[in-house]
């Protein structure tokens, strides 16, 4: 509990004259994370450099819209943490640490609406980011669009299978092995 402090900062005290007052913010607002990030964080002792903050917000941001790729996000996330190494901290602690600097706007409110300390690794934050922002329905129209696609009429060859190749990117959990996919005789 003691890697926790900051919490005690939002519990009711009383002031001199008698009435209760919320806390007194002492502690560094570049440490506090999200509340919804379980203490796995906060168990590796570890204050992140303020430049390296900068660099993950500054860099990779994600405000929530459709037109973003929440799966391109992770990518480019988890290759900038790679860059990044404190000894003694797990990659997953610096990873919990990290994600909620990358996040903004309706994003960055998502993540604080979730239940308190309900997120307590890597793997359930990005799950439910991606269920988040990646809905199977969006799935679903991906994996419609990589089974039916078709080159254009005006579209050479090259860039009709750059296209093709984009929309796999685009989602990486369309389940489709090689022979499911696109009929490649449609590209001449």
Not at 14 to 21: C, E, F, R, T, W
Not at 172 to 183: A, E, K, V
Request: net charge positive.
């Amino acid at each position: 509990m003691e890697d926790l402090a900051f919490i005690s900062a939002l519990w009711p005290t009383k002031s001199m004259s008698g009435k209760k007052v919320v806390g007194v913010f002492e502690v560094d607002s570049l440490t506090v994370i999200s509340a919804q990030l379980a203490s796995l964080a906060y168990k590796a002792n570890f204050h992140l450099r303020i430049d390296v903050i900068n660099m993950f917000q500054n860099t990779l941001q994600f405000f929530g819209k459709a037109s973003e790729n929440p799966n391109a996000h992770i990518s480019k996330f988890l290759d900038m943490c790679t860059t990044i190494e404190y000894p003694e901290v797990s990659n997953e602690a610096l990873r919990l640490r990290l994600f909620p600097y990358t996040l903004r706007d309706s994003a960055k409110e998502w993540l604080d609406t979730c239940p308190p300390q309900s997120i307590t690794t890597w793997n359930q934050l990005s799950q439910k980011f991606l269920n988040k922002y990646f809905p199977p329905k969006r799935i679903a129209k991906l994996r419609d669009d990589i089974t039916t696609f078709q080159q254009l009429d005006s579209e050479c060859y090259s860039d009709a299978w750059e296209r093709y190749k984009g929309l796999l990117r685009q989602c990486p959990q369309h389940g489709l092995q090689n022979g499911f996919r696109c009929n490649t005789s449609t590209l001449v």
